[in-house]
């Protein structure tokens, strides 16, 4: 199965700044298709995951230009801008191109 | 809108079944696959699978091949996850989610306990 790091594994954040997650593959995520699947989610607490970014750096419908995605092949970086209180939870990467799909181990995001 | 409803929480004994439902609605029931994630407390999720409702196919990780079967019923808009001789183990929220999990159900809790 692929593997999913993710760095830091808990941030603390002052309001109004901004934070970086870092995620590595086990192998690369591009698709012959040109496309790299991976997907970033937000839990908050006591809720169901969230889709924020798919593909690397599409956001989804309804989510703020704060979250931009970035990075190729195996390393990828989520960057929250502006940090709001609301951001509390648990980031994960996702990679949706290898059979079974796989989850990093989560960024805790709490604010200072 | 589009939403997924699931089925409430189950408290099952070791080597029972569960089955958990899944409704749909706001949008297409046979344009999108539908997923099925679980987690453990205090774990990452885990992908168990997929299912076309559309043609019924289904895809699952190897780790729950033969144990867990994904049905669906056109007719009510639902999807189905049952999964077979359950252990402690098996204690998760189980969330079924749309295409590329870009919509979550709410979860439903099962619990595995003598």
């Known amino acids: 199965d692929i593997v999913m790091t993710q760095a830091p594994i808990s941030l603390s954040v002052t309001p109004g700044q901004s934070a970086s997650i870092s995620c590595k593959s086990s192998?690369?995520?591009?698709?012959?298709?040109?496309?790299?699947?991976l997907y970033w989610y937000l839990q908050r607490p006591g809720q169901s995951p969230q889709l924020l970014i798919y593909q690397v750096s599409s956001r989804f419908s309804g989510v703020p230009d704060r979250f931009n995605g970035s990075g190729s092949g195996t390393d990828f970086t989520l960057k929250i801008s502006r940090v709001e209180a609301e951001d509390v939870g648990v980031f994960y990467c996702?990679?949706?191109?290898?059979?079974?799909?796989?989850f990093g181990q989560g960024t805790k995001v709490e604010i200072k | 809108q589009v939403q997924l409803v699931q089925s409430g929480a189950e408290v099952k004994k070791p080597g029972a079944s569960v089955k958990v439902s899944c409704k749909a609605s706001?949008?297409?029931?046979?344009?999108?696959?539908i997923q099925w994630v679980r987690q453990a407390p205090g774990q990452r999720p885990e992908w168990m699978g997929w299912?076309?409702?559309?043609?019924?196919?289904?895809i699952y990780a190897q780790k729950f091949q033969g144990r867990a079967t994904m049905t669906r019923d056109t007719a009510i808009s639902t999807v189905y996850l049952e999964l077979r001789e359950l252990n402690s183990d098996d204690t998760a929220v189980y969330y079924c989610?749309?295409?590329?999990?870009?919509?979550w159900g709410q979860g439903t809790l099962v619990t595995v306990s003598s």
């Open positions: 299912i076309n409702p559309k043609s019924g196919g289904t």
């Open positions: 989610a749309r295409d590329l999990l870009s919509y």
């Open positions: 192998q690369s995520l591009l698709h012959s298709d040109g496309k790299a699947y």
């Open positions: 996702m990679q949706g191109l290898h059979f079974p799909w796989t």
């Open positions: 706001g949008y297409s029931f046979t344009g999108y696959y």
